[in-house]
């Protein structure tokens, strides 16, 4: 595996805990499977991260790949400059999401994954388009691309801030008669519930142990980082890991760590080392950047910002409203699980969620990164500050970057406006006091 | 005597602004010179003017003093102003002639284009008393632009007759004017144009001011920097303010109702709310284009040869605004032919940029969370009469009533909030004196 | 006059400068290029250029404006008056680029405000093409207020990017913003010739994707103003061998004048097609 | 003035308006529901039945300045959705009872969250239209949300749904549907006839008007353009216009392209006139069932559709053989994530079957056109020079 191949890595420069060895470990683990599939007659399917199905598929035996994190390790490499360039020069357009701009260029440049180890081919693509039409798109050019079966399961939305039995019906039909039934095609494998229901009560565990690990940012002084160390916990949980043992373990030992940091009263750990005076706490909305994820985390630590609750650290799925999966409701649970994600609630949940995180977690602020590629998350978040702002009476920032395109990430740009963010709390406080 | 000052300065992309405060926070002095790649030199000159002006105030305080009444001070000052722009005007001008023969000499461009030098800085030099005779216009206040507009005229009249060519010229006019803005030394000393002046305006009661106050010395304690190169500004980082609250703190100190501040400068729009103590509550900046900022204008004015001081104006004289969608900055020259090619009238064009420009800052605006009474405009762009006219229609149109305060001194408001900054520095820094900055 | 010869003049509306080409066309015996005229705008309306470019060039090439059987005009030439037809830019440039390298089945057209890659086929029929948008980051003009900032004519401006040792990215996308970029460089003590190479790198690659997403192959011919630019060509060049694009970046002296030539070209070319269905020309002109 | 220049003056007028006061006189007398949609597809028989007029929400166009629309959207969305908030704090859309917001692209629908917190006493509703289209899993999820719709509208002072209004609602957009096809066709066999700017402005009269006068003026425009002798064919270029199925471009846009040397021969304007391609069933026992059946198994080809098994661009090369267009140009609105990501799949379906064609991009509030200009025209040139 590559020096700064994964996420764990950064983070263990400063630290190497338990849990981020173990995660480092599944993940170099997981790849070297997908690696090695094609060999082993092993079928793997592609997927999306909001909505994904990894204990269904993983009942069947298969390897899930999920694009999105390919695009995102291709931004964190340094990568994601020329493969967006190469699909820009394919003719595709400069307007759109650069992930699947990031994908097509990888996939055109001998699909080597992020351990420099080459992704098998999807044998299936799972559209589980949950949040985001923009997966609509992605799977009809993968779908093109590798000629590759496409297994649709549409993701009603909540436009109406809830949940009908009728989406969730209509879910359940489409995962008996469409999803399932391709499933089992490729695998070759009937479906098995009671396997499939195992799965559901270890994902139950772990979601247990995450909720725990992203609430504990409720103390002072937090003991994490809710956004920057955040995307790192949630690794396991997002990815291809959920139902097994191994995530079990990670958040159990995970927890333990976090315990631990609480009893000596420490702050989260950075790459560039601990924050020991916590001087803002902030909720965040949006993804990060990944092309200067280190330069960006760094803007927020010198200045002993700590981010305690992160909306983008749900896409994976919401867990601390209560849900988690399980296994005695094995497809509908699956199908709630699903409409749960961040993406797919409405603006106004949206809103309500930021403003009881402002509030349950004490932070001084509220800061949004709006990213340039995903309409799904940035549609509208000028709206989400107003609305957030005047609820909550705390200041809202506002910057503007992109995932994995580094043309979109000027540093001075981000700098001065956080800066000036800071700042701003820093007068309001004095002004208040 | 000795008067303790801080300096705030606003380096912009256009102009680079200074602000001196006294120990009483009351202004002493502004001072503004266009920005420029050496920006040691454009802080320095900034500040330069400011202290300048700021001995023009103590003259005109000395003169009171001692008794002269306020018609014929006036007439003294401006008297003695002018002939001291025009001793540094004469200042640099040696220094451009310097240059230029040097480059040209560097060149090898040889005789014919001496000559033509000669008789273009010849000219420039005749021109120099009717330049800065009472009551004369001038485009502009800084060297640049006067002599360059007046240098490619003259460069231009030598082409039609067929005397020289005309890109070389301007050529060399172009590099030696990046060499006498970015030296310090072209301007000349504050106190031999002075005595100079004081000479030429030869008043008694004058010179007694003016020996005076050069006998003042001014004694800086602090300087804090704001602007867009903020990055590279030459301040140490802790005394180096964002913009933004700059702006903010100066809107407030200017006009202490104020609740919204818009400025628009060079290359950059801004938002800000404060609250009632100047704090900023909120604010929006234009993205990482620069479509709609004054830039945009000076592009017009340059593509129609007037002085940005003329746009406003000659827009005055629309009564039927064109509708223009697109204010990309480097498209205004072609966007600005393709009309008047159309058959649309000069005025109408213009009026129509100048609604546009202020329809995007009335984006940010809404973006920012509207505007609230009092509502400040500030930056270069305030100076200029059909923007503010068409800012006073749209606010009225979309918010109702507002109070708008601008002020002919809009552009130092960001400089002036730094200097407030400083002070408040220098206040930190004796309550606890172990924390001095390197 | 020999039979089948055509006397035809194109002339070149560009937002900078107005450019003519007098032609004698001899139809599949080929052309030959008898007078030519530039003259830059400076600001003055284009149509008042329009007249005395066209006779400078009539004048070098001895032929009177009645003389001429098709007078064609491109670029924002659908308002002069005395054209006999009109043609849009990238038809003239791939003409004009065609008959100035034959070889070449693609040219990238570079002015004051847009860039443009045409591909063509060996009867310069335009196969694709791609522009830059409305934005005029990259373009001549922003060469041009670049350049008053560092204080170089333009005509210095190849000859001094090519000794570049280091250039300098330049990363605003806004060619506003990069004026302050470029401000901001030498206040760091960036010589100019690495300020200009790294300016010619980004407006490089602009070109060469445009290039390359139009599906350009083989021998390419730079028109346009800023084909003068020796230093745009190196970075063009250079970026080409580093990124194994398989094209091969041409020059051709006239390169300025591809649109005036290909609109003439076309002009003698539309008289021919007419006339072989008995439609006459004559009289048409204003 | 001609009943032509009358009947396009009119629809003009229409498309210029942009308070909507056709809808308020309607609300006067007639005294039901208005409830406006946002393209591109809503079943307008459903709302038609229940005595509501349908209005087409389709953004601003050129002609309103957006002052607080910006606040709303960063300088990287589309700009529909700014000129429609625009329009809905500026109190253009006060005669609307309600929103539909048709599954498009995630714009549209965050868009209806904003309306909820924007106007919250106004019915707003997300209509999530299923991209499953098997008739007992997605059908069934679809009739569910119809219902839901019908339930809620009535409760909110709609006549109550009934079978035998909605098969007269059917059958009477059937005829309209069937109006604007034909003027399709007649402009491939004789685009002269109908320019598109002309037929472009019928097709958004028909967003305001109820659908039984907009019927008459399609017949009567129909009538008026087969009998003017001053309509003469001119040697132009036929193109086939992709990508302008939600944020519409500029009349100015489409004037542009007409200039500049070419006929559009078929286009993707206000789609929900031609979204279900034939007749639906006018006599069924169950008419919502054969509503939602058309949606399902008539729907054209459209990027916000996800395509099943089908090679993705075939139905866009069928569609300019139909429509004789000899080049293509994809006409897509900045920004718009279904139009562009789309758009290299159809490109190469296109570049299989040889087509020409070109692509540029817009925004509503376009208003300079001398790089599209340029391009059409050479796109024109080209396919001019060397035709025969
Ligand atoms: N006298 C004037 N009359 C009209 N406009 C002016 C005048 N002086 C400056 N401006 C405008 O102000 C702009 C510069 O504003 P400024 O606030 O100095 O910008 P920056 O801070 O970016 O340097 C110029 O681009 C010009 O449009
Ligand atoms: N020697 C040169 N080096 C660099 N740029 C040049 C040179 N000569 C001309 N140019 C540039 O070429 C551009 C004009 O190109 P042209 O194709 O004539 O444009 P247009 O047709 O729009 O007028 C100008 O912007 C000018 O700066
Ligand atoms: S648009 Fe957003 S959610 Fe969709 S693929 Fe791109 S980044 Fe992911
Ligand atoms: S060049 Fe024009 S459109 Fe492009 S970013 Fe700059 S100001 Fe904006
Ligand atoms: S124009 Fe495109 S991106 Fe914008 S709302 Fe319509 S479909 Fe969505």
Known sequence: MSKQATPGNVATAALKDQSQERQKAMIAEHFRKLAEAPERGEKCVYTFVPGNLTELIDSFGLLPVLPEINALQSGMRGKSRDYIGLAEKLGHSEDVCTYVKCDIGMLKSGNVGPTGERLPNPDLLLLSYTGCFTFLKWFELLGQEYNAPVAMLHVPYQGDGVVTDSMRTYVVDQLKKKVIPALERISGRAYDEEALKERLARSAKAEEDLVWVLESAKRRPSPIDAYFGGVYYIGPIFTAFRGTQDAVLYYRELRAEIEGRIALGKGPVTPDGEIENERYRLVVEGPPNWTSFRKFWQMFAEEGAVVVASTYTKVGGVYDNGFRHDPNRPLETLADYCMGCYTNLNLPTRVQMLERYVREYSADGFLINSVKSCNSFSAGQLMILREVERRTGRPGGFIESDLVDPRYFSASNIKNRLESYFQMIEQKRAGGA | MKIDYCVGIDLGSTTTKAVVLDGERRILGRGITNSRSNYDVACKVALGEALINARFSLIDGRMEHDGVDAERRRELLTRFELAFREQQYRSQLAALRTSLHQHAERLAMGAATNAALERILGTMEQETGELYRVGASRKSDFFRDLAGSRYVELAEAIARDGGHAFDPLVGLFDKAILETENSTEAVGTFESHARKAMVQAGDPALQRAVTKVLSIELVQRLGVGTGYGRQRLPFPEKLIRSEILCHGLGAHAMFPGTRTVLDIGGQDTKAIQVDANGIVTSFQMNDRCAAGCGRYLGYIADEMNLGLHELGPMAGKSCRTVRINSTCTVFAGAELRERLSLGEKREDILAGLHRAIILRAMSLLARSGGIEDEFTFTGGVARNTEAVKALRLLVKENYGERKLNISPDSIYTGALGASLFAWREVSRQEAEPVEVPA | MKTNELRVAGIDVGSSAIKVAVLRDRGSEGAELVGQATERLRRRDPLDVVDSTLDAALALAGLRRDELEYIATTGEGEKVECRTGHFYGMTTHARGGLFLDPEVRAVVDIGALHARAVLMDERARVLGHRMTSQCASGSGQFLENICRYLGVTIDEIGPLSLQSQKPETCSSICAVLAETDVINMVSRGITIPDILKGIHLSMAGRYLKLLTSAGARGPVLITGGLARDEGLRAALIELVGEQQVPVEIRMHDNSPLAGAIGAGLWGAFRVRKLSSRGVSLSGSRG | ?388
């Open chain 4, 1 to 388: 003035m001609t009943g032509l220049e009358q009947l396009l003056g009119r629809a003009e007028e229409l498309y210029r308006d942009l308070r909507f006061t056709a809808v308020s006189e309607w609300k006067k007398r007639n005294g039901g529901l208005a409830i406006g949609f946002m393209p591109v597809y809503v079943p307008r028989e459903l709302l038609h039945a229940m005595g509501v007029l349908p209005v087409g929400v389709m953004g601003a166009g050129d002609d309103l300045e957006i002052i607080r629309g910006d606040a709303y959207y960063q300088s990287y969305i589309c700009h529909l959705p700014r000129s429609t908030i625009e329009l809905g704090l500026n109190g253009a859309l006060d005669s609307l009872d309600g929103m539909l917001f048709p599954a498009t692209c995630d714009v549209i629908r965050n868009l209806s969250g904003m309306w909820k917190m924007q106007f919250p006493e106004k019915y707003s509703h997300y209509l999530d239209v299923p991209q499953d289209f098997d008739a007992n899993v997605g059908g069934q999820f679809y009739r569910r949300e119809l219902e839901e719709i019908a339930e809620e509208l009535h409760r909110r002072g709609a006549r109550k749904l009934e079978p035998a209004a909605l098969r007269k609602s059917i059958a009477a957009y059937n005829e309209n549907r069937a109006l604007v096809e034909g003027l399709y066709s007649l402009r491939i066999e004789e685009p002269w006839r109908v320019p598109t700017h002309e037929l472009y402005l019928l097709l958004r009269a028909g967003n305001v008007l109820p659908v039984e006068e907009h019927t008459v003026m399609l017949r009567d425009y129909r009538a008026a353009v087969l009998a003017d002798e001053d309509r003469r064919s001119m040697d132009q270029a036929r193109v086939l216009l992709a990508g302008s199925f939600c944020e519409q471009p500029p009349l100015g846009l489409l004037r542009t392209l007409e200039r500049a040397g070419c006929y559009i021969v078929d286009d993707d304007f206000v789609q929900v006139h031609r979204w279900i391609t034939g007749d639906v069933r006018a006599d069924g026992a169950d008419p919502l069932a054969d509503l939602v059946l058309a949606y399902l198994k008539q729907g054209i080809a459209s990027p916000i559709r996800y395509i099943d098994e089908q090679v993705k661009g075939q139905a866009l090369v069928e569609r300019v053989e139909r429509s004789g267009a000899e080049g293509v140009i994809f006409c897509a609105p900045s920004f718009c994530d279904p139009a562009l990501l789309d758009q290299p799949m159809a490109v190469a379906a296109i570049e299989r079957a040889g087509i020409p064609w070109t692509s540029f991009k817009y925004a509503e509030n376009t208003g300079q056109f001398q790089v599209i200009r340029e391009q059409a025209g050479t796109f024109a040139d080209s396919i001019k020079l060397w035709s025969e």
